[in-house]
């Protein structure tokens, strides 16, 4: 005998990108913000002229990615047990790409989820992770290997946050605007060559518009079956380079901006952008100050070190490759020989 | 500005249940098999001449609720890492309901989410937890507080596991079996009164419409926020049962049958079924020699544990109460005077 289980359905998970400056929201209900040191100390005041709630607790864990584990996880789920947050109750993620990370895991596999909404602090976390439901945390076999995609309910991204933002910070934001960019639009490439971000107007703008671009991927895209995979630009490399370099060095915007470079340099020795166009992405990534080169020290063990990213699936390496500006190919059949002869561009030799 | 990020969508998440002998599986893939000490010694060697894959490991965890928590579920995720299994590879629960929460929990966080399918070894399992996509784990505030709404790709329900199944257990599993005819099926019901289970035809019917009629609630309402209540008839009284006796009398179906005495009794009060249904409802649990009767020390303390049901929203409690059989009420209006009414026809003084 055999029953199925008919559970097609249409599911509405849209949500607003609000872009401007916070607005003043009050939940009748438990809501519980989840942020760090860093930003409490510099903006919990601000954001608690702003939020009010029926009742509200606020969860501080400390700084960094190294933080980025069970432990935080146990912390946020053991505030919320503690204070008898039921399914209805809301987390608010306050702060960077770390804790909103680590707070959309943790409302996912509340009571098995419920609500949370984002307010990014760093330029990052506001073009990139504010948009896609990507959560999760590290694990001793890596970053974000465990998680859940779970859509957040709202996204209030406020400039202002953005005036205490450390300069490098702001390029590793900047890299991955870069990125949505070449890979996805032309003309707003061209915008950013154009571009002063130091205006707030056009900061909004250049905000606004990776947003959108990300946006319409991911509603493409979802669960990164395809075309979301392109996001990945930069990435296969740079995720080698922040592993060379023990996640320390390189913030992972900075790596990323690194990884685009040598992206360019196979989507050159494939004839699909020209000299011209990579030197125009190098410029505009050290407009902000971003590191465009690298040196390999052991070309095979870089190359070797592609098969650890779990993005990979069996002997398979899928590179995210410009075509010209605005558009990308998505390959996995980039030959071993072709990728060294890339490698060796930046290999010591010829660093 | 605001952006809007149009994640509407269809999903299809339909999958089969097979109720029959176990057919030959197999997989093109790295799959995991996550079962228990019990029922491996039981039953893999079975398992293991039906299931074939690119690549096959077994995780075997201890047996019992009580290692239903992080620890196991970090089991699971490491033997995974350690392998290096893939957003592609398949994860089968083998075993009763502990372990199919379990695998499906760790399924649905693993990579942010990979497929699962589920041999229940259990009558509970098969007719209860087989359906609804419900994953879990417990910790030290609760059972299944932390955990995801995530399906299985399959469901492969095979009578054969039961002949080796304790008597006690499988009246729990027929509880939950009385449960759905009389909450949504007054002629599954009388099917019951009349059925031999030892005949192996008949309870492969029994265990195929509770399982049609649990697909059809939970295609109804696939994340519990309406008629799905339904299915916890039973469950508000017998959590409380299973809390004050610290889940080491009764087996969760046990409780469950005793629960669905109370809340008949409710329903008596409030006329919605008469004296000979409920008779009829405790005739037919008796049948399969499960407890019926449960003596209340101290009725405040009982009434007061139903607030700590994770089910409950602030100070509202929801009680399902059947109406007439094959029908039920699903309220949260019980005034405390009623509710402390019905518990004291279970006082120590009418024990």
């Known amino acids: 005998m055999q029953v199925n289980i008919p559970l ?32 409490s100390d510099l903006h919990l005041d601000y954001l608690k002229e702003r939020i009010t709630a029926k009742e509200l607790i606020v969860v501080t864990l400390p700084d960094g990615e190294q933080y980025k584990n069970q432990e935080s996880i146990n912390k946020i ?37 419920i609500d949370f909404i984002q307010i990014p602090t760093t330029l990052l976390s506001q073009v990139d992770a504010s948009v896609g439901g990507k959560t999760g945390m590290n694990n001793e076999y890596g970053k974000n290997l465990v998680g859940a995609f779970h859509q957040p309910k709202a996204v209030y991204i406020d400039p202002y946050f953005l005036k205490t933002l450390p300069l490098r910070e702001f390029g590793a934001g900047f ?14 490439f061209e915008f950013l060559q154009d571009a002063d971000m130091r205006d707030e107007q056009t900061l909004i703008e250049a905000i606004t518009r990776a947003v959108k ?4 991927v991911v509603a493409k ?7 979301r995979a392109a996001l990945n630009y930069g990435h296969t ?7 060379e370099t023990k996640y320390e060095k390189y913030l992972h915007g900075e790596a990323v901006a690194i990884g685009m470079v040598m992206a360019n340099e196979l989507a050159c020795s494939m004839g699909l952008i020209s000299n011209d166009e990579a030197v125009a992405v190098k410029f505009l990534l050290e407009k902000y100050s971003l590191p465009v080169d690298y040196e390999i020290k052991d070309i095979q063990k ?50």
């Open 213 to 216: 671009t990300k946006a319409e």
């Open 237 to 243: 490399f740079g995720h080698v380079i922040e592993n």
């Open 175 to 188: 890299a991955e605007i870069v990125k949505m960019a070449v890979t996805f639009n032309k003309d707003f």
């Open 302 to 351: 870089f190359y070797d070190a592609f098969f650890l990213d779990k993005k990979s699936s069996d002997s398979k390496i899928t590179f995210i490759i410009p075509k010209g500006i605005g558009d990308v190919v998505i390959s996995d059949e980039c030959s071993k020989e072709l990728l060294i002869s890339v490698l060796e561009k930046f290999g010591v030799d010829n660093g």
């Open 77 to 113: 789920l053991n505030a919320l047990f503690e204070n008898r947050f039921n399914r209805k109750s809301l987390l608010i993620a306050f702060g960077g790409g770390v804790i909103g990370d680590m707070t959309g895991f943790a409302a996912s596999i509340y009571q098995r989820g």
């Open 8 to 39: 097609k359905k249409t599911i509405d998970n849209s949500y607003d990108i609000t872009i401007d400056s916070l607005p003043k929201l009050h939940f009748d209900k438990k809501v519980a913000i989840i942020t760090n040191t860093t930003v």
């Open 221 to 227: 895209d979802e669960k990164e079956h395809g075309i």
